[in-house]
């Protein structure tokens, strides 16, 4: 049995390559290729996988209006309720947007309206919808 040698601390391409494939996951979400998005988070990406203005896959997806992502990542254990460094939440960022389906699958999925800072509820008053 041969033992395995420990990485090289300096050799930074593996980080490089792994942040790539962040990023990559990242606009995945963004673009709402669903299918190849959960193909990789069923692999092992992490479902809350976070930028570095801490919006996740979820957040990202729902923002963008794609409600097959925010289902797939929802079925997969994602958070529904994940707030971002500003403190927003996927639901508050579907009714800013007026993404109603994205709403739907949200609070299908046990969003909560009262999460976040301006909650959805909060968000949908100040521009006349309703959840």
Known sequence: MSEQTPA????????????????QML???????????????????PVDLTDAQGNTLLMLGAYHGHAGVVAGLAERGADVDALNDRGQSPLAGAVFKDEQEVVAALLAAGADP????PTARETAAMFGRTL
């Open 114 to 117: 009262e999460a976040g800072t």
């Open 27 to 45: 606009d995945l979400a963004r673009l709402g290729h669903v299918e190849r998005l959960l193909a990789y988070v069923d692999a092992g990406v």
């Open 8 to 23: 090289d601390p300096t050799d930074l391409s593996e980080l490089a390559d792994l942040t790539e494939l962040a990023h």
